[in-house]
């Protein structure tokens, strides 16, 4: 066992970590849940968690990695009662259906637009293009996300 430190969610804290334990086995451990297991090879996006500004996956990370580092889950971002605008707006536009894939789309989606207030469609289309959906044919997701943009949300319509 080893002990790191980084910040979870805007909160300094420890953790006690195995040599080989994931980012995404420590986060579930911990209870944090939102952070879905898909294929546990970097190739879904279902685990996209936050770390340093950047969406990573956390399924391929090793936890000693996050040590020193800042990260953010999809609980970190908003709840039920308070939702952030990128939930709100894949529950609008019918973007969320089976939902599994739904936390690793809103922290990607999140990363970039934190970048790139005002992303386009192109933006989109290549930083998503690691999240896999099998339910929503990814226009409504689409939608969902342009939504949000500043380029869109200037021009009052989306593409």
């Known amino acids: ?9 805007g909160a300094l804290r420890q953790f006690d970590i195995e040599p080989d334990e994931t980012l995404i086995d420590l986060l579930r451990r ?3 849940t939102g952070t879905k297991r898909g ?41 039920f009662d308070q939702p952030h605008p ?6 609008d536009a ?9 936390p690793g789309i809103v922290m990607t989606a999140k990363a970039l637009l934190e970048e790139k207030p005002d992303a386009d469609e192109a933006d989109f289309r290549q930083h998503l293009d690691g999240n896999l959906c099998r339910c ?4 409504k997701i689409k939608e969902a996300l342009l939504s949000c ?11």
């Open 1 to 9: 066992m080893k002990t790191i430190e980084f910040t979870l969610n």
């Open 30 to 32: 911990v209870g944090l």
């Open 39 to 79: 294929c546990d090879t970097g190739m879904c996006g279902s685990c996209a968690v936050i770390m340093d500004g950047r969406a990573i996956n956390a399924c391929i990370l090793f936890a000693f990695q996050a040590a020193g580092r800042t990260i953010e889950t999809i609980e970190g971002i908003g709840d």
């Open 86 to 91: 990128l939930q709100v707006a894949m529950a």
């Open 94 to 102: 019918g973007a969320v259906q089976c939902g599994f894939c739904t």
């Open 136 to 139: 929503t044919g990814y226009v």
């Open 149 to 159: 943009s500043a380029n869109e949300t200037a021009s009052g319509e989306a593409s």
